[in-house]
């Protein structure tokens, strides 16, 4: 039954309020109360009882559905800066203390893990670690149940090729992620075409220079072929640099490409430079 504008008073938006994690899923759900509100000037009181709403306990509950640090921190940000504001980083240990210990993943454990899926594909995509192990080791068998998605002789036209290549956002990914449609797009030569638009990445020779800098006046200077993966590192591993100081300072910053991926030795000297500014 929907309510009218003049059922809704203070009362009984914030009682409704109270269904919601925030405004945006109060706003979703019931657009009717959000207006009322809006209209009355009430969206400042709602913000601060949503605030008085996230307790330790609340974070914790979310933090323990996450496995990476990095992952929480990219889909909570305002969440994780809550915890860093009030000083919960001891709840970030649950990430780390659920993480499988070295040789966890046994024969059997991997088996167990592959009966989730249905077919190689998702296997690879939903737990790619796991699924590594058992290439890592021969152990085929362990895939024996799961059934690959073939396609027909000649499915992999100039169309599909192209269409397929946009999915991803490197040429790692595509080769990786389809590599019949890759080898395909290669042997046709049109590989650079349908990568056009895809971020290019450096290698052993080429390496681009990276900052993060920080509101506090403070810069780090790296070096790095994948500035994306070594975000990831820097964000979510303990032991790094950036993640130590992130945490002790917590301050803002944010992460600036300096160079394309240029030469290696060239890359080393401007790095040099940019250290002693």
């Not at 209209?39 to 307790?55: A, S």
């Not at 594909?121 to 058992?134: D, M």
């Not at 403070?218 to 100081?245: D, F, P, W």
């Amino acid at each position: 039954m929907q309510k009218t504008r003049k059922f809704w008073n203070e009362e009984k938006c914030i009682e409704e309020f109270k269904k919601f994690y925030n405004l945006s899923d109060f706003r979703k759900n019931n657009l009717s109360a959000y207006k009322y509100c809006q209209k009355n000037n009430l969206l400042k009181k709602l913000k601060t009882i949503e605030k008085q709403k996230i307790t330790k306990e609340y974070c914790e509950d979310l933090i323990c559905k996450y496995s990476s640090l990095y992952d929480f921190k990219e889909k909570h940000n305002k969440i994780y800066n809550i915890c860093l504001e009030n000083k919960w980083e001891d709840l970030f240990l649950k990430i780390i203390n659920i993480k499988k210990p070295n040789n966890y993943w046994s024969k059997e454990k991997c088996y167990i893990e592959s009966l989730k899926y249905n077919t190689i594909k998702e296997f690879s995509e939903n737990n790619n670690s796991v699924y590594q192990i058992c290439c890592k080791n021969k152990w085929l068998d362990v895939c024996s149940h799961l059934t690959k998605t073939l396609k027909s002789k000649g499915y992999w036209t100039e169309e599909k090729c192209q269409e397929e290549a946009l999915k991803y956002n490197t040429k790692t990914e595509f080769a990786k992620n389809s590599s019949t449609a890759y080898n395909k797009s290669l042997e046709m030569n049109y590989l650079d075409k349908f990568c056009s638009h895809m971020i290019k990445l450096g290698d052993r020779k080429n390496r681009c220079i990276y900052a993060y800098e920080f509101n506090d006046n403070h810069v780090y200077i790296g070096l790095t072929y994948n500035i994306e993966k070594r975000n990831k590192k820097h964000t979510s591993e303990e032991n790094s640099t950036v993640y130590k100081y992130i945490n002790q300072s917590r301050s803002e910053y944010v992460l600036v490409k300096l160079t394309d991926y240029i030469d290696i030795d060239n890359a080393i000297k401007l790095e040099g430079e940019y250290v002693e500014k």
